[in-house]
């Protein structure tokens, strides 16, 4: 029993997709539906490629700020070269001081500064080298991606421009298989059109309207009247007639009325 229940669940929930695909289908294919859905789409496209831009400008952003910061670097790296150049500079100066001698040399003070000093300045130029490499590197890479996705960019722009000729070419299409469709309908006799339908009921009303008028002009005595004016046509008619025939001596005399005198002459005498 539970597995008869559960095919005969499955069976009415096909059916009910089946029907609710049916109509998913009709209600897509109405010509305003389907210019709705592609300007709802239209517009989701065009919110994707604005966003798709603003993902564009911050790395052209990056890539600005990245160039800004290898300006800087470049200028900082030029100022430690020149410290470095000046503190060896400076080394050698006081060298000479000492005609040569390196111990006297290596134990001065400010020997011993600048040589620290030009050991500060050639690891610093080491990083800032190093960061520069790194920064070209970025910027590179970010020109490249920026310059691809701007290629991307133009190409969705045209099918966004595409998109919008096809909605109306999409809305035509519909309505002129639309038409198409009633024609052949009509043609076969298979149209759902209430043209023939409308032109009964109008008919109907008309044969309804005129039975009304019929019978409230009987109501107010109106075919009475006429009938009566029937009448009196017959019977001016007929008078019209009876005066014509006695006119010229056609009147009958069976219609006249019994002689008195011939009466009396034939009567036979009571005994």
């Known amino acids: 029993m539970f597995k008869a229940m559960g095919k005969y669940v499955r069976a009415v929930f096909y059916l009910v997709t089946f029907r609710i695909d049916k109509a998913s289908e009709t209600l897509r294919t109405n010509p305003g539906v389907m210019s709705a859905t592609y300007d709802r789409i239209i517009d989701e496209k065009r919110s994707r490629i604005n966003q798709y831009k ?26 430690l070269q020149k410290l470095k150049s000046g503190a060896a500079a400076k080394a050698r100066k006081v060298a000479q001081r000492h005609n040569g ?16 000093a030009f050991k500060d300045f050639s690891s610093t130029l080491a990083e800032k080298e190093a960061r520069v490499d790194e920064l070209e590197g970025d910027i590179k ?23 919008a000729e096809e909605k109306q070419d999409a ?16 043609m076969t006799g298979l149209s759902e059109d209430r043209t023939s339908e409308e032109l009964r009921e109008l008919r109907e009303l008309r044969g309804k309207a005129s039975a009304e008028a ?11 009247k006429r009938a009566e004016e029937e009448f009196l046509e017959f019977a001016q008619a007929n008078e019209a007639s009876d005066e014509f025939d006695q006119l010229i001596g056609l009147a ?17 005498p009571e005994a």
């Open 54 to 79: 603003d993902a564009i400008a911050a790395m052209i952003a990056q890539e600005e700020s990245k160039k800004q910061k290898l300006k800087q670097l470049t200028e900082e790296i030029e100022k």
């Open 101 to 116: 001698d390196v111990e006297a040399t290596k134990a001065d003070p400010e020997y011993q500064k600048c040589q620290s």
């Open 141 to 163: 890479e970010l020109v490249k991606n920026v310059a691809g996705h701007k290629i991307n960019i133009q190409s969705q722009m045209r099918d966004l421009e595409k998109l």
């Open 171 to 186: 809305v035509a299409s519909v309505l002129s298989a639309t038409e198409e469709k009633q024609i052949a309908d009509i």
């Open 214 to 224: 019929r019978m409230s002009r009987e109501m107010a005595g109106l075919d009475t």
């Open 252 to 268: 009958g005399k069976s219609e006249e009325g019994p002689d008195l005198e011939s009466s009396e002459a034939t009567r036979i």
